[in-house]
């Protein structure tokens, strides 16, 4: 029996739409094992021979320009890829995302450079991680380089249709604020769990 002209037109979406949950499953594992990553490189760890009272100063604090732009770019970049993957040709959005992360890591290396230490109450510490200011801006400017590409992948003219701008700019917003509640909620969870398993004396998973 042969399918009908829905069908035939349904099936290769369903399979896109397969392939690119699996793309979005893989993105986000692995924002998560390089934030793991990163969160290790952060610690302080004990010197060799000379005990574990002795501590040497983490990675990240060696290296805090590169520390830096590896934690803003695994925080924005795969926020990127996941609201475009199987929206935006794959050359184009790998180009957008080696761009967007090469101008990531030049802000980020100006932006220690710029002030390598952070005030305190006492003093002045080492800065590894962008600033408050800088996250900020980028990003601002990430989400409108995106509406700005995402526009005009869809094939409109870059600067027209506003209407259409408008719609879609507030759909991922709107995306993002449910994908922030999701991940509290999660943590929530998680924080409960590792509490009550804490009160039977289980302190694995905190």
Known sequence: MQMSSDEQAGA???????????????????????????????????SPGQGAAALAPSWAA??????????LC????????LAQVGSMRARRLLAYLALAGAALAALCAYDIWRAPSSGMWQGTLPRSTPSFQLVCCAAVGLFIVNQLLEHRERGHALYRDY??????????????????????????????????????????LA
């Open 12 to 46: 290769p979406g369903s399979a896109d739409s397969g392939r690119v949950m699996l793309y979005r499953l893989g993105i986000g594992l692995l924002q998560g094992l390089l934030s793991w990553r990163l969160w290790e490189a952060s610690q302080r760890a004990a």
């Open 163 to 204: 209407a259409s701008y408008f719609e879609q700019g507030w759909l991922r917003i709107s995306q993002l604020a449910l994908a922030a509640l999701f991940a509290g909620l999660s943590l929530a969870v998680l924080a409960l769990g590792a509490a009550l398993f804490a009160l039977v004396g289980m302190h694995w």
């Open 74 to 81: 695994t925080a924005f970049l795969p926020l990127v890829a």
């Open 62 to 71: 060696a290296h805090p320009m590169s520390f830096a732009a590896l934690t």
